[in-house]
C-alpha cells in the first residue's frame, strides 16, 4: 500500500497522518503477537481505502480503515504510518517522513511484537544507511518467528547491499538447506549469483567488480 504514496495528493497524506496519530493515541498496549489472519484482513482494508483515495473516492476510504482497525488496530497504524512515511514531494517529504515515523515509533512501542511495525523500522533503518540498526530488526522478526523466510531472505540482501558477500553466501547456504525451493531465497540467490563472484584461489565471495580478492589479495585483472 505505501509503495504508491506518490500517488497521494499531500492534502490526503495529511489526513493519513491526523488518522495515524489518533489512531496511535488509541492503540492499547500488548506484548502479544497478532493473529495472522486479523492481519491479512486488515490489510486488505486497508489497502483497498488507499484504492479508494487514488480512485477519488475518498468518502469510501474512512470506513474501510474503521473496518479495519476492529480487525487489528496495529496493521492499521502500520499501514497509515508506512504510507506517509513512504511519501514524496519536493515541499512536505522531510516533514511527512518524519511525522511517519513518529506514528510507528509510537505504535511499535506499544505493540513490539507486531512484525510489520518491526519490519517498518527495519525498512527506515535501511534507507538511512544504518545497516547495523537494519540488522538487529531483522533479528527481531527472526526471534518472534525463527520461520520467518522473509526475514531471512531480507537480512541476505541487506548483506548484499553491504557488499558483505561472505557473510551473504554463508546464510543463504544454510537458509536453502533448511527452506529448499522457497521462491524468495531462490530471487535472492540469483541476485547473489548476478551480482558476486568467487575467488578462485581461496573460495572467498566478493562483489562482481572487484579487482582483487579482499582476502587472499588474487587479481582479477
Not at 515541499?91 to 511525522?99: H, I, P, T, Y
Not at 513518529?102 to 527495519?122: F, G, M, N, Q, W
Not at 533448511?178 to 531462490?186: M, N, R, S, T
Amino acid at each position: 500500500m505505501f509503495e504508491a504514496a506518490e500517488a497521494f495528493d499531500v492534502r490526503y497524506l495529511e489526513y493519513f497522518a491526523r488518522l495515524g496519530r489518533r489512531y496511535v493515541m488509541s492503540l492499547k498496549s500488548s506484548n502479544q503477537k497478532p493473529d495472522p489472519e486479523k492481519v491479512e484482513l486488515a490489510k486488505i482494508k486497508v489497502e483497498q481505502a488507499m484504492r479508494e483515495i487514488v480512485d477519488g473516492q475518498s468518502e469510501f476510504a474512512e470506513t474501510f480503515i474503521n473496518a479495519a482497525y476492529s480487525d487489528e488496530p496495529g496493521t492499521v497504524v502500520w499501514g497509515l504510518g508506512m504510507t506517509v512515511w513512504s511519501s514524496a514531494g519536493p515541499m512536505m517529504e522531510d516533514e511527512l517522513r518524519k511525522r511517519g515515523r513518529s506514528i510507528l515509533d509510537a505504535a511499535a512501542k506499544k505493540r513490539p511484537a507486531h512484525r510489520l511495525l518491526v519490519k517498518a523500522h527495519a525498512i527506515m533503518a535501511k534507507s538511512e544507511r544504518n545497516y547495523a540498526k537494519a540488522h538487529r530488526f531483522y533479528d527481531m522478526m527472526l526471534r518472534l518467528d525463527a520461520g520467518d523466510v522473509e526475514a531471512v531472505a531480507d537480512k541476505i540482501d541487506l548483506f548484499m547491499v553491504q557488499e558483505e558477500f561472505q557473510k551473504a553466501a554463508g546464510m543463504m547456504a544454510k537458509a536453502l538447506q533448511k527452506w529448499p525451493g522457497d521462491e524468495l531465497l531462490i530471487q535472492v540467490q540469483n541476485a547473489f549469483k548476478r551480482d558476486s563472484k568467487q575467488c578462485p584461489r581461496c573460495g572467498t565471495y566478493m562483489r562482481f567488480a572487484a579487482p582483487f580478492c579482499p582476502k587472499c589479495k588474487h587479481s582479477f585483472m
